[in-house]
């Protein structure tokens, strides 16, 4: 096509930008035209006019010019063909294809009409002439002829609206020809009259490219940025655009990649749009300059670009697309170092933890949610996987985890747990969600962050309950949660380890509830029960353990064994001991003869029954309480508890005064177990058995036993004494004696018993007839008294006086029975000895101050001056006497026996006195009676009585 045609497509069609100008055809037209002369009156309803063609328009103009007389009106039909040349060249050009000038008369119309004086009519626009002629030449390719009209358009009227598309075309004019300079400044110029002016947003671009052609490419996008303003506008997308801007958008992004390209790259925009104000397309020119790298392969550099928008923009809504496009990029140009940290880096900036994703609602976030979980898959199995392999080789290489390597594998397991959580959080909902908790729980557990793995183990098992994993994970929190408590055993940090026990038991109940299909529900339950038992919850070890024990399908003996010893257990400690010894017999049911823990639980039953019958005995059930006791030995013969049981049984019997059966218990239980400790405790029960049944022998026989084997010295005293006394109850004085002198002779203390031991002694021996012994005892009495020191008692005196007085009146005897008689000097010397006697030993008695003792003691000394007295008055007289040597015989012993009466007197007169103290007892009465004798007439009067009768005169 020639440049003339071409030029005439430009006039006549929109505005596009070419190596052609660009010219505005559909302008406004200025000045006079026929529309402006005053309008025919035409009739009414006039008939259809047929359209004139262009020849014929002209043929009119020309003849009306012809016709015309004044010049105004000729110059304006001048005008007018010369526009209607204009168009004619204008349709001739388009239809040609020859190369040739199409203007000329056009041109020599315009031209003429400009020399002419156009100050005479002011209704035509020598502004508008000015521009028809530039067009003319223009389009004729006269383009300096073009531009001299255009400069003289401009120099008369600079704010002409032709000036802007004058400038624009010489703008045009010097680009075409290289001179980017002059170029740049007439596309300022046209810039200059503002957007209102259609060739505004041309004039910018091509302003943009006059700069970049002189290199100066910092103004060059500054230029091209205002292009993007004007089209994009409003936040538009390019994608809104219709085709001939998207096409200028697209021309104008890649010459700003090129221009920042030959910049400092990515920093160059950066550094723009922060001196011009940020845009919202800008990102636009990091994807254009990322793709020319790549185009260049400059894989490095583009991904650079990439990063930089990344660190510049974090929060930025391309910075998602811009790394993975970074990813890509490493790929492509074989970077393998740099895509894992690439990955890393894009989970850190838009994971769900990032300040990206928290200024986003989730529906935008998921916008790249497939490739964040491509990524956190990847990277998560990647560290998860390098820390097992490390620990795999190290193993195998026979080396140990030193600290080092471990710290080494937890930073790997660590960095795997927390892509694997960061995956959770953000797609909690997806189907490998479950699985990824639980490699989450594995490498926490493997980094030893026990509770962080408990806790992802059990979000698994209860929370997602998946069929795939849960029922493990399940068991794996178990497994962990012990040995956590093991690590806490080790710190004795009771508080936390009684917190997690705690926990395992919640674990075991809940895995138990959820999985009860699986082999190791009965396990983990069994175990929570032991627990809760060690605990003292015996309660819900009581519900958990119930739970094993009608389990289905049936656990292992092993397990129901343990599971109703923790019944048993458990109800025995609630004192629920007849449900317990049903459990215990339960598990005995379980067990094999050899079982070592037979025996334990056998006691076990027994301890329960013994358990059972207290509360019988605290019920007031002591019967049914003792055959329960009984039955014990049956149950655990010859344990401990059995032994204690019987003897309980017998105490109880005893409470219960069933003396017999009570009696049969005790000596059975001292025939089978005559080492027991409480053996040594039965005698004294018998003894009380025995006096309740007043069986005072076998009661003396047993107290025998206690006196000879007790091990306790007041025990053994005190039995023998009881002993002895229950010897002479039941007449059986031999064994009384023997137990009493047993008694005196080996417990001479406490005195005041023994003084009574040797009471009994005289009594008995006396009973028996047996004086020698009594006479010992009697002595022994006296004997004890007087050896007695502080001691003494007044039983003792009594008892030393009472064996005292015997032995004087037996010397009174002696006394007594010697007569007085001739010889008398021989007789009255034997009697005068025994008065010796007697007399002293009465004294002796008289020492004792003894009430009872002391007035016999008087009366019979006084009797025995008496006795003396009446002695010698009976005594025998010599025989050879005359009557009045008799006489004076009589008298002279009268004078010798008188003062033995007077003697007498005083001595009885002296013990009866005792009776105006109020003392009176036989030996006064007799101290009464014997002075009667003495002097009747003092003391033998009779009473009168007067009598006086009563009866009725």
């Given at each position: 096509m020639?440049?003339?045609?071409?030029?005439?497509?430009?006039?006549?069609?929109?505005?596009?930008?070419?190596?052609?100008?660009?010219?505005?055809?559909?302008?406004?037209e200025?000045?006079?035209?026929?529309?402006?002369?005053k309008?025919?009156?035409?009739?009414?309803?006039?008939?259809d006019?047929p359209?004139?063609?262009l020849?014929?328009?002209?043929?009119?103009?020309r003849?009306?010019?012809?016709?015309?007389?004044?010049?105004n009106?000729k110059r304006?039909i001048?005008?007018?063909?010369?526009?209607?040349?204009?168009?004619?060249?204008?349709?001739?050009?388009?239809d040609?294809?020859?190369d040739?000038?199409?203007f000329?008369?056009?041109?020599?119309?315009y031209d003429d009409?400009?020399?002419?004086d156009?100050s005479?009519?002011?209704?035509?626009?020598?502004?508008?002439?000015l521009?028809r002629l530039?067009?003319?030449?223009a389009?004729?390719?006269?383009?300096?002829?073009s531009?001299?009209?255009?400069t003289?358009?401009?120099?008369?009227?600079?704010?002409?609206?032709?000036a802007?598309?004058?400038?624009f075309r010489?703008?045009?004019?010097?680009?075409s020809?290289?001179d980017?300079?002059?170029?740049?400044?007439?596309?300022?110029?046209?810039?200059?009259?503002?957007?209102?002016?259609?060739?505004?947003?041309?004039?910018?671009?091509m302003?943009g490219?006059?700069?970049?052609?002189r290199s100066n490419?910092?103004?060059?996008v500054?230029s091209?940025?205002?292009?993007?303003?004007?089209?994009?506008?409003g936040?538009?997308?390019?994608?809104?655009?219709?085709?001939?801007?998207?096409?200028?958008?697209?021309?104008?992004?890649?010459v700003?990649g090129?221009?920042?390209?030959?910049?400092d790259g990515?920093?160059s925009?950066t550094?723009?749009?922060e001196?011009n104000?940020?845009?919202h397309y800008q990102?636009?020119?990091?994807?254009e300059?990322?793709?020319l790298y790549?185009?260049?392969?400059?894989?490095?550099?583009?991904a650079?670009?990439?990063?930089?928008?990344?660190d510049?923009?974090?929060?930025?809504?391309?910075g998602?697309?811009?790394?993975?496009?970074?990813?890509e990029?490493?790929n492509?140009?074989?970077?393998?170092?740099m895509?894992?940290?690439?990955?890393?880096?894009?989970?850190?900036?838009?994971?769900?933890?990032?300040?990206f994703?928290?200024?986003?609602?989730?529906?935008?976030?998921?916008?790249?949610?497939?490739?964040?979980?491509?990524?956190?898959?990847?990277?998560?199995?990647y560290?998860?996987a390098r820390?097992?392999?490390k620990k795999?080789?190290?193993?195998?290489?026979?080396?140990?985890?030193?600290?080092?390597?471990?710290?080494e594998?937890?930073s790997?397991?660590?960095?795997a747990?927390?892509?694997?959580?960061?995956?959770?959080?953000?797609?909690?909902?997806?189907?490998?969600?479950?699985?990824?908790?639980?490699?989450?729980?594995?490498a926490?557990?493997?980094?030893?962050?026990?509770?962080?793995?408990?806790?992802a183990?059990?979000?698994?098992?209860?929370?997602?309950k998946?069929?795939?994993n849960?029922?493990?994970?399940?068991?794996?929190?178990?497994?962990?949660?012990?040995?956590?408590?093991e690590?806490?055993r080790?710190s004795k940090d009771?508080?936390?380890?009684?917190?997690w026990?705690?926990?395992?038991?919640?674990?075991?109940?809940?895995?138990?509830?959820?999985?009860?299909?699986d082999?190791?529900?009965?396990?983990?339950?069994?175990?929570?029960?032991?627990i809760?038992?060690?605990?003292?919850?015996?309660?819900?070890?009581?519900e958990?353990?119930?739970?094993i024990?009608?389990?289905?399908p049936?656990p292992?003996?092993?397990l129901q064994?343990?599971?109703?010893?923790v019944l048993g257990?458990?109800?025995?400690e609630l004192?629920?001991?007849?449900?317990?010894?049903?459990s215990?017999?339960k598990?005995?049911?379980?067990m094999?003869?050899?079982?070592?823990?037979?025996?334990?639980?056998?006691?076990?039953?027994?301890?329960?029954?013994f358990?059972?019958?207290?509360l019988?005995v605290?019920?007031?059930?002591?019967?049914?309480?003792?055959?329960?006791?009984l039955?014990?030995?049956a149950?655990?013969p010859?344990s401990?508890?059995?032994?204690?049981?019987?003897?309980?049984?017998?105490?109880?019997?005893?409470?219960?005064?069933?003396?017999?059966r009570?009696?049969?218990?005790?000596?059975?239980?001292?025939?089978?177990?005559?080492?027991?400790s409480?053996?040594?405790?039965?005698?004294?029960k018998l003894?009380?058995?025995y006096?309740?049944?007043?069986?005072?022998?076998?009661?003396?026989?047993?107290?025998?036993?206690?006196?000879?084997n007790?091990?306790?010295?007041?025990?053994?005293?005190?039995s023998?004494y009881l002993?002895a006394?229950y010897?002479?109850?039941s007449k059986?004085?031999?064994?009384?004696?023997?137990s009493?002198?047993?008694?005196v002779?080996?417990?001479?203390?406490?005195?005041?018993?023994?003084v009574?031991?040797?009471?009994?002694?005289?009594?008995?021996?006396?009973?028996?007839?047996?004086?020698?012994?009594?006479?010992?005892?009697?002595?022994?009495m006296?004997?004890a008294h007087?050896?007695?020191g502080?001691?003494?008692?007044?039983?003792?005196?009594?008892?030393?006086?009472m064996?005292?007085?015997?032995?004087?009146?037996?010397?009174?005897?002696?006394?007594?029975?010697i007569?007085?008689k001739?010889?008398?000097?021989?007789?009255?010397?034997?009697?005068?000895?025994?008065?010796?006697?007697?007399?002293?030993?009465y004294?002796?008695?008289l020492?004792?101050k003894?009430?009872d003792?002391?007035?016999?003691?008087?009366?019979?000394?006084?009797?025995?001056?008496?006795?003396?007295f009446?002695d010698?008055?009976?005594?025998e007289?010599?025989?050879?006497?005359?009557?009045?040597?008799?006489e004076?015989?009589e008298?002279?012993?009268?004078?010798?026996?008188?003062?033995?009466?007077?003697k007498?007197?005083?001595?009885?007169?002296?013990?009866?006195?005792?009776?105006?103290?109020?003392?009176?007892?036989d030996?006064v009465?007799?101290?009464?009676f014997?002075?009667?004798?003495?002097?009747?007439?003092?003391?033998?009067?009779?009473?009168?009585?007067?009598e006086v009768?009563?009866?009725l005169?």
């Amino acid at each position: 096509m020639s440049l003339m045609r071409c030029l005439l497509l430009l006039f006549l069609v929109v505005p596009l930008l070419s190596a052609c100008s660009i010219i505005r055809e559909d302008i406004d037209e200025l000045g006079p035209t026929l529309a402006d002369l005053k309008p025919v009156v035409l009739p009414p309803d006039p008939p259809d006019v047929p359209k004139a063609s262009l020849d014929e328009v002209e043929a009119n103009y020309r003849a009306a010019l012809e016709v015309a007389e004044d010049p105004n009106t000729k110059r304006k039909i001048l005008v007018r063909l010369a526009d209607l040349e204009m168009k004619r060249s204008e349709r001739n050009q388009l239809d040609s294809n020859e190369d040739k000038q199409f203007f000329d008369k056009a041109i020599t119309y315009y031209d003429d009409i400009l020399k002419d004086d156009l100050s005479q009519d002011p209704s035509i626009s020598e502004e508008r002439l000015l521009y028809r002629l530039s067009k003319a030449y223009a389009l004729d390719g006269r383009m300096e002829e073009s531009d001299q009209a255009l400069t003289e358009l401009v120099a008369k009227y600079p704010n002409s609206l032709f000036a802007a598309e004058a400038e624009f075309r010489r703008a045009e004019h010097a680009f075409s020809l290289s001179d980017y300079q002059s170029a740049e400044s007439y596309y300022g110029n046209v810039a200059n009259f503002g957007q209102q002016t259609q060739f505004y947003l041309n004039a910018i671009y091509m302003k943009g490219w006059s700069q970049f052609k002189r290199s100066n490419y910092n103004d060059a996008v500054v230029s091209f940025t205002l292009v993007l303003d004007h089209i994009l506008e409003g936040e538009k997308l390019v994608a809104d655009l219709e085709s001939s801007k998207q096409n200028l958008a697209s021309d104008t992004l890649r010459v700003m990649g090129f221009s920042f390209s030959y910049m400092d790259g990515p920093k160059s925009i950066t550094s723009l749009y922060e001196a011009n104000g940020e845009r919202h397309y800008q990102h636009l020119m990091f994807i254009e300059l990322g793709q020319l790298y790549l185009e260049k392969k400059r894989y490095r550099d583009a991904a650079d670009t990439y990063q930089h928008y990344i660190d510049f923009y974090p929060n930025g809504d391309y910075g998602p697309e811009f790394s993975v496009q970074m990813i890509e990029v490493y790929n492509r140009g074989n970077f393998p170092s740099m895509i894992l940290p690439a990955k890393e880096g894009f989970i850190n900036n838009y994971g769900i933890t990032s300040n990206f994703w928290q200024q986003r609602s989730t529906v935008g976030a998921v916008e790249y949610g497939d490739t964040l979980k491509s990524y956190l898959d990847e990277v998560s199995s990647y560290y998860h996987a390098r820390a097992q392999q490390k620990k795999k080789t190290t193993l195998a290489q026979g080396k140990k985890i030193t600290n080092k390597i471990k710290r080494e594998l937890n930073s790997d397991l660590l960095t795997a747990a927390n892509y694997y959580s960061e995956y959770v959080a953000s797609f909690p909902d997806d189907s490998k969600t479950p699985g990824f908790t639980f490699l989450m729980a594995e490498a926490l557990y493997e980094a030893d962050q026990l509770p962080k793995a408990v806790a992802a183990y059990e979000k698994v098992a209860y929370e997602y309950k998946d069929e795939k994993n849960g029922a493990e994970a399940g068991y794996a929190a178990i497994l962990t949660e012990q040995k956590i408590m093991e690590q806490l055993r080790r710190s004795k940090d009771t508080d936390q380890l009684a917190i997690w026990q705690n926990k395992e038991i919640e674990s075991s109940i809940l895995f138990a509830d959820t999985y009860p299909l699986d082999r190791r529900a009965a396990p983990v339950l069994t175990h929570s029960a032991e627990i809760l038992f060690q605990q003292q919850q015996f309660e819900r070890a009581i519900e958990l353990a119930t739970r094993i024990t009608i389990w289905q399908p049936e656990p292992e003996i092993k397990l129901q064994k343990t599971a109703w010893l923790v019944l048993g257990h458990s109800q025995y400690e609630l004192e629920q001991f007849d449900s317990a010894e049903v459990s215990y017999r339960k598990t005995l049911t379980l067990m094999t003869q050899q079982d070592k823990d037979r025996k334990a639980v056998v006691d076990r039953i027994a301890a329960s029954m013994f358990k059972s019958s207290e509360l019988q005995v605290a019920a007031g059930e002591t019967g049914l309480a003792v055959d329960k006791l009984l039955r014990i030995s049956a149950i655990a013969p010859g344990s401990e508890i059995a032994t204690n049981a019987q003897y309980d049984a017998g105490n109880y019997l005893m409470e219960l005064q069933q003396w017999e059966r009570a009696e049969k218990v005790f000596l059975d239980f001292r025939l089978n177990n005559p080492k027991h400790s409480l053996a040594a405790t039965i005698t004294p029960k018998l003894v009380k058995i025995y006096e309740s049944m007043e069986r005072w022998d076998k009661a003396a026989d047993s107290l025998s036993e206690v006196a000879k084997n007790d091990k306790d010295k007041e025990i053994r005293r005190n039995s023998l004494y009881l002993a002895a006394e229950y010897y002479e109850k039941s007449k059986k004085y031999l064994p009384a004696i023997s137990s009493y002198r047993s008694y005196v002779h080996t417990y001479p203390a406490p005195f005041a018993l023994a003084v009574e031991g040797r009471a009994k002694l005289v009594e008995l021996y006396g009973k028996l007839d047996m004086q020698d012994k009594r006479d010992f005892w009697l002595n022994q009495m006296i004997k004890a008294h007087a050896r007695a020191g502080k001691n003494k008692t007044d039983r003792s005196r009594y008892f030393a006086a009472m064996a005292q007085t015997e032995f004087a009146g037996r010397e009174y005897l002696k006394f007594e029975r010697i007569k007085i008689k001739q010889p008398f000097k021989r007789s009255i010397k034997a009697k005068l000895s025994a008065l010796k006697v007697v007399v002293n030993s009465y004294n002796k008695v008289l020492e004792y101050k003894v009430g009872d003792f002391s007035t016999q003691a008087n009366h019979k000394l006084g009797e025995i001056s008496a006795q003396l007295f009446y002695d010698l008055m009976a005594s025998e007289r010599p025989k050879n006497l005359n009557e009045m040597e008799l006489e004076e015989y009589e008298l002279m012993l009268e004078e010798q026996a008188y003062p033995h009466k007077k003697k007498a007197v005083a001595l009885l007169e002296a013990n009866a006195s005792r009776s105006w103290g109020g003392f009176y007892d036989d030996w006064v009465k007799k101290s009464f009676f014997q002075l009667a004798k003495l002097l009747p007439a003092r003391y033998g009067k009779k009473e009168s009585r007067i009598e006086v009768s009563r009866g009725l005169h």
